[in-house]
């Protein structure tokens, strides 16, 4: 929008604040921080809410893959088949056999329910969700037959156990007497602690060799499913079509959205109604836009006359008025991105602050999974933000700018 000089000298005025105008002025900053605090918010939380999915997906497909090929029978005798399978399937980054198995876990008279994992020495090593994470010790020393795993940090807090610290794991996988099955009871030193970022990975997982863990269980040279990873995780059913019908009936391909189906869609559910909800905080500052620009118009309606009978024309007296409207809503939004940005820089920070203030655990891991306050900036949810915000501070000017456009300076002056 184009204005004359004269026009942008008009605008420049009504924006600040003169003579009798200091309600008038307070009601239109009310309304640059109200744009400002709903531009915010909707950036913060989208952000927030964008971090906790994606640190999620991350680190459950970290541990997880894409997807897992299980077998029907419970065991994978002909795993290695099934990895060259995978491996020359087109799109498919990886396939990593894996044993799984519940059990139990003691250490100093303190018991916990663990989660074995089983998994080459080299594959352990190079994954990167379990490599970058470790806290204590060293996945080096994790090899076949030494008789060292690695746990969550959850765990070890749990049990108490540290570096070099010996745990039992009890299996049912036992021998077999006439008085039943005797479960057995195997020592591990602990050689690494790793620390994921997910609770309840933190709080069961335990690493072992695969080699190890078939000893534990007695599962012979078998496995217990095969991780994949590919190229494209929104594609994974695409990509892995080919691989299930060959193997066919004899064991069934899980990916990432049937495993979490639940949880990916309660977040996306949330978000939509985060982003709804948080709307309507910018809606209520346009309304106070709208206010302050009729009664701007009302204060203002002689000086308005006066122009018109100078030669300003309609089109002038409502550009006038859509740019100062417009101007508080950019000022706003503007700050309100500053101020959103800020916060997600120190919203640890921030989070630590109210807990000390309050004494309340706000962000408790064994509710909400992540040990901290995630955040991720989507650009395009910025610029959607910032448009919408904009297109509607500039729809509330439209009514005001109307009605000093409509003013008839004859009735004005007569009555003046």
């Not at 005001?400 to 008839?408: E, L, R, V």
């Amino acid at each position: 929008m184009i204005l004359s000089r004269y026009e942008r000298m008009i605008a420049r005025r009504y924006l600040l604040p003169g003579k009798g105008e200091a309600f008038i002025f307070l009601v239109a900053s009310i309304s640059l921080v109200a744009v400002m605090l709903g531009v915010a918010a909707l950036v913060i939380v989208m952000s927030v809410m964008n971090g906790f999915r994606a640190e999620l997906f991350d680190k459950i497909v970290g541990l997880n893959g894409h997807a897992v090929v299980q077998p029907v029978g419970g065991r994978m005798p002909d795993w290695r088949e099934i990895v060259a399978q995978a491996r020359a399937t087109p799109g498919v980054t990886s396939a990593v056999p894996l044993i799984e198995q519940p059990l139990a876990a003691t250490y100093n008279g303190r018991a916990e329910a663990v989660l074995v994992r089983g998994m080459r020495v080299d594959d352990i090593r190079r994954n990167s969700t379990i490599h970058d994470k470790v806290l204590m010790g060293s996945l080096q020393s994790i090899t076949q037959g030494s008789g060292r795993i690695a746990i969550g940090s959850r765990l070890a807090e749990s049990l108490g156990a540290q570096v070099g610290s010996e745990i039992s794991l009890f299996s049912p996988q036992g021998q077999t007497t006439p008085f039943g099955t005797v479960p057995r009871i195997v020592s591990y030193t602990v050689g690494a602690i790793f620390e994921i970022g997910v609770y309840d990975y933190d709080k069961a997982y335990i690493i072992m060799p695969i080699e190890d863990a078939q000893t534990l269980l007695l599962m012979g040279d078998a496995a217990g499913m095969v991780e994949i990873k590919t190229s494209d995780a929104d594609k994974v059913g695409e990509i892995l079509k080919p691989l299930a019908d060959k193997i066919g009936g004899n064991a069934v391909i899980a990916d990432w959205r049937t495993m979490n189906a639940q949880l990916f869609e309660a977040l996306a559910v949330e978000r939509v109604a985060m982003f709804t909800v948080l709307s309507i905080i910018i809606l209520v500052a346009v309304f106070n836009i709208l206010s302050s620009l009729i009664m701007l118009v009302r204060a203002k309606t002689r000086d308005i006359a006066i122009l018109r009978t100078m030669g300003a024309t309609r089109g002038s007296m409502m550009r006038i008025f859509i740019v100062v409207g417009t101007t508080i809503g950019a000022l706003g939004t503007v700050a309100g991105l500053v101020l959103g940005f800020i916060f997600l820089f120190y919203r640890q920070g921030v989070v630590n602050f109210v807990q000390l203030v309050t004494g309340q655990n706000l962000w408790d891991p064994s509710i909400r999974y992540l040990t901290e306050l995630p955040s991720k900036t989507d650009p395009v949810e910025i610029i959607v933000i910032a448009l919408m915000a904009l297109i509607f501070s500039f729809l509330a000017t439209l009514y005001p700018a109307w009605k000093a456009a409509s003013t008839d300076p004859v009735q004005v002056l007569r009555y003046e």
